[in-house]
Every structure is written in C-alpha cells, then in structure tokens.
C-alpha cells in the first residue's frame, strides 16, 4: 500500500489522559506523551515477544522518502488476553497508527491506536473479567 | 473447549465411527431411498462438527485462556459465584490457592473501542503509598536516592530492565501470580520472568544474617484465618514501586493474607525499615481471583528494547 506521512508532533495537553504513566515495566517517560503522532504505511515485521510487542512500518515522509518507524505496544500477554494473537498483524499489513514519539529517538513511537487500511480499529475488547 | 461439549462431541464421533463399521453392503442395499439421503445428512453434520472442532478451536481457543477452571463454585449461569465463602484445605485451614491479580476494575469501553495502551494496573504500582494521607514516611537517605533513581525517568528501575519481581511490590506489577498452598508451605509463582518465592508454614525461625536476595527469605503462621508471613534478608537496592521508593537490608516485612471471600484476597503490607522510613507503615491491596483462565510466562529480556530509549 502506498503510505504517506500524516501529521507529527502536536502538543496537546489533555492528550496526557489518553496514554497512562506507565505501562507492564516501564514508566513511558522516554515518550513525549504530549506530542501527537500519527503515519500510515505497509508493516514490514512483528515482533510478538515479552515484554513489549514491537511493530515496524514503512512510511514515505513528506519528501517521498522509505522511513521504517517502529511501534511500541502492550506485552503479548497483555493483548492476548484481550482477545488478539500473534497473527493480528502481520507483514504486509496497511495500517494508520497514532501515537507518541520517542523523546529522544527518530521514528520510534508508542502506539495508543492502529487501524486497518479501511479505518477499522484493530485493537478493541476484552476477554472476560470477572470482577468481585 | 468445555470439557463437557468435548465429551459430547467425543462420543458422537464414536456414534459415528461404530456405525460407520457396522454398515454393511447387505445393510446398505436394505435402506430406501429416504433413509440413504438421511443417513448422508447425518454424516454431513458430524464431518461439519469434526471440521469445525479442527478448524475454528483452535483460534477461538487459544492456550487455555478462556478454559472453564475445575472445581470452582459457579453461578447457575455459570459464571463463577465469586461471593461464595473462602474455600478451605483438609486440615481446615483458609485455601489461598489461585491465580490473583490487583483487584483493578476493568474498562468496559475497552470492548469496543481502540485503547491498546490502557491495562488493567494497580494505582500502587506507581506509589506503593498512594493511598496513605502523608504518603510513605521516607528518611532523607531515601528522598535522595528517589532523586537519583528518578534522574534518567525511570531507565534505572530494576523492573525497567528485566530483573525479578519482589515482593511485596510483585502484588501491584501487572502481570498474575498464582498461589500454591500446601500444609509446610505456600509457593507464589509469577508470570514476570516465571518468577518464584517460597514460604516456609514449618515453623522455622527467620535466618539470622542471611544472604540478601530479591525477594528474602520468608516464614508464615496462622492467626485464626490470617496468614501472617514475615520476612527478613531484602536485597539493599529494592524498588517498591515506579516512583523508586527503597526497601533495604534493614527491612523487616509483615505481610497478613486473608481471603475475604472466593473472589477476594487481602494483603496487608507492613514495613520496618528503619534505614528507608522513619516509622514504621502498612497499606493494604486487594487482590481478584482470575479464573477460566491460566498464566501466561513473560521472559522480559526476550525482546527488551526500552532501556535504549532513556536519556543516559
């Protein structure tokens, strides 16, 4: 799919309430988790491993250059048990991601949202939870 | 699957099979027309099931994460009756066998809308203390080495790059720990580098100047339907939480489990740690049972790519 570079790097304050402080074993801080990021294009790879799954995307920034962003997610077991599994994603995928970039990093984000190339989100539910 | 629909689908495959084996040629030439045409219909249904059982079960059912927990008290919908009284082992004690995770209400909205970052945590994950008026009691050694271990945001938290989790802070990490109990002692296992630590119900002392490790070395007995677990020989370095509150080598800690219910599991947390906090203090977690469901392992240094990423 042909992928095009949206929108980087928006402050937006009340967008901290989107993103929690920390996530399965780290504290998120090398995120600006005030910035808005957002870039579609192609997944090249999936790395379903502990402790975070990491997601790579091709994507032609405004000059029509090739750039390989990687995507930060949850753990496996997290997303596992929200019902998703290993093939949820995989190479070839067109996919819109937002986020929040690397402080300190180029291309390397953490995604909050990733949708399919027909804007479906591909993340959602749950399993069950009881709850006592 | 439910054992029970697999038993029934296991029989009428052997339904199947047997009259399969016992359809002769004189049989067969005996059938009218009808019954040839219900006869294949039957065995169009149980090849679909058979199909169905090799082809969709699989991604329905992956690893055991939604398989029906034996053995547990159910609603007459099945739902498990997480009211009912605290289960107890054959010699009467309460039964704290189980998976457990912080008792964290779960986010609805998450079933239908897109929010991968937004997991079930523990408000004490980050502060340990968060629920006390002043907060924890910290000495002023600890208030600077918070100011040390917070300098690179977090890169220098134990958890951050992959080393065990201790207790008492394992019971806010978002992953599960499961509880076996037996008469001389309680094993907690947890998913977090399938971590374990032991605790000895034989009625051993504490050791005396131990080796410090991560988790120390602990004892329980029995108060009524309390379990009261004491431990001594903590690593100097600990973190209890995000924010890099210490525990040190001079900790003494009281850890007091009882299950309130089937559901719940109450933890509550004292620390005496005369070099980290100028008194003495206690919080306490709740804990949720987890069932139909199993642990997950989660080897941190598999795939760690965040330490990278912190200022140095």
Same mark, same amino acid.
């Given at each position: 799919?042909?992928?095009?570079?949206?929108?980087?790097?928006?402050? &937006?304050?009340?967008?901290? #309430?989107? *993103?929690?402080a920390a @996530?399965? /074993?780290h504290?998120?801080?090398?995120?600006? %988790?005030?910035?808005?990021?957002? &870039?579609?294009?192609?997944? #090249?790879? *999936?790395?379903?491993? @502990?402790? /975070?799954?990491?997601?790579?995307?091709?994507? %032609?920034?405004?000059k029509?250059?090739?750039?390989?962003?990687?995507?930060?997610?949850?753990?496996?077991?997290?997303?596992?048990?929200?019902?998703?599994?290993?093939?949820?994603?995989?190479?070839?995928?067109g996919?819109?991601?937002a986020?929040?970039?690397?402080?300190?990093?180029?291309?390397?984000?953490?995604?909050?949202?990733?949708?399919?190339?027909?804007?479906?989100?591909?993340?959602?539910?749950?399993t069950?939870?009881?709850?006592? | 699957?439910?054992?029970g629909?697999l038993?029934?689908?296991?029989?009428g495959?052997?339904?199947?099979?047997?009259r399969l084996?016992?359809?002769?040629?004189?049989?067969?030439?005996?059938m009218t027309?009808a019954?040839?045409t219900?006869?294949?219909?039957?065995?169009?249904?149980?090849?679909?099931?058979?199909?169905?059982?090799?082809?969709a079960?699989?991604?329905?059912?992956?690893?055991?994460?939604?398989?029906?927990?034996?053995?547990?008290?159910?609603?007459?919908?099945?739902a498990?009756?997480?009211?009912?009284?605290?289960p107890?082992?054959?010699?009467?004690?309460?039964?704290?066998?189980?998976?457990?995770?912080?008792?964290?209400?779960?986010?609805?909205?998450?079933?239908?809308?897109?929010?991968?970052?937004?997991?079930?945590?523990?408000?004490?994950q980050?502060?340990?203390?968060?629920?006390?008026?002043?907060?924890l009691?910290?000495?002023?050694?600890?208030?600077?080495?918070?100011?040390?271990?917070?300098?690179?945001?977090?890169?220098?938290d134990?958890?951050t790059?992959?080393?065990?989790?201790n207790?008492p802070?394992?019971?806010?990490?978002?992953?599960?720990?499961?509880?076996v109990?037996t008469?001389?002692?309680?094993v907690?296992?947890?998913?977090?580098?399938?971590?374990?630590?032991?605790?000895?119900?034989?009625?051993?002392p504490?050791?005396?100047?131990?080796?410090?490790?991560?988790?120390?070395?602990?004892?329980?007995?029995?108060?009524?339907?309390?379990?009261?677990?004491e431990?001594?020989?903590?690593?100097?370095?600990?973190?209890?939480?995000?924010?890099?509150?210490?525990?040190?080598?001079?900790?003494?800690?009281t850890?007091?489990?009882?299950?309130?219910?089937?559901?719940?599991?109450?933890?509550?947390?004292?620390?005496?740690?005369?070099k980290?906090?100028t008194?003495?203090?206690?919080?306490?977690?709740?804990?949720?049972?987890?069932?139909?469901?199993?642990?997950?392992?989660?080897i941190?240094?598999?795939?760690?790519?965040?330490?990278?990423?912190?200022?140095?």
């Amino acid at each position: 799919m042909t992928a095009r570079l949206y929108l980087v790097v928006a402050c &937006v304050g009340v967008w901290l #309430t989107v *993103v929690p402080a920390a @996530s399965a /074993h780290h504290s998120q801080s090398e995120y600006d %988790l005030r910035a808005k990021l957002e &870039v579609a294009g192609t997944v #090249t790879k *999936v790395e379903w491993k @502990s402790p /975070h799954v990491w997601v790579y995307v091709d994507v %032609l920034d405004d000059k029509g250059r090739k750039v390989n962003w990687s995507f930060e997610l949850p753990s496996p077991n997290t997303l596992m048990r929200r019902g998703w599994t290993r093939d949820s994603l995989k190479a070839g995928d067109g996919i819109t991601v937002a986020g929040a970039p690397a402080k300190n990093f180029p291309a390397i984000g953490i995604a909050t949202s990733i949708k399919d190339s027909s804007g479906k989100p591909l993340f959602t539910g749950t399993t069950q939870i009881y709850e006592p | 699957m439910p054992a029970g629909r697999l038993a029934d689908l296991k029989t009428g495959l052997t339904r199947y099979n047997h009259r399969l084996s016992t359809l002769s040629t004189d049989e067969e030439r005996m059938m009218t027309t009808a019954e040839s045409t219900s006869a294949v219909n039957r065995h169009s249904l149980w090849l679909a099931i058979l199909l169905f059982v090799l082809v969709a079960a699989p991604a329905v059912c992956a690893q055991w994460l939604n398989y029906p927990t034996p053995g547990i008290p159910r609603l007459p919908g099945g739902a498990p009756d997480l009211k009912a009284p605290a289960p107890r082992t054959s010699d009467g004690k309460p039964d704290f066998s189980g998976m457990w995770f912080a008792n964290v209400p779960s986010k609805d909205y998450c079933r239908e809308k897109d929010c991968i970052q937004e997991e079930r945590m523990a408000r004490e994950q980050i502060n340990l203390g968060i629920k006390l008026k002043d907060g924890l009691p910290y000495t002023e050694w600890s208030k600077e080495q918070m100011k040390v271990r917070r300098a690179n945001g977090g890169r220098e938290d134990p958890h951050t790059y992959c080393m065990p989790p201790n207790f008492p802070r394992a019971w806010t990490l978002p992953q599960h720990t499961r509880i076996v109990q037996t008469p001389g002692m309680m094993v907690m296992l947890h998913e977090f580098n399938a971590a374990y630590r032991e605790v000895y119900l034989d009625g051993r002392p504490l050791p005396v100047n131990p080796n410090p490790t991560w988790n120390g070395y602990s004892t329980g007995h029995w108060e009524g339907d309390t379990l009261v677990i004491e431990t001594n020989g903590i690593r100097d370095d600990m973190w209890l939480d995000i924010q890099g509150s210490p525990i040190t080598e001079s900790a003494r800690v009281t850890e007091r489990l009882k299950r309130l219910n089937f559901g719940l599991l109450q933890v509550e947390i004292a620390v005496n740690d005369p070099k980290a906090y100028t008194r003495p203090w206690s919080v306490t977690v709740e804990m949720a049972v987890q069932v139909d469901t199993q642990m997950l392992e989660e080897i941190c240094m598999d795939n760690e790519k965040d330490t990278r990423l912190y200022k140095k």
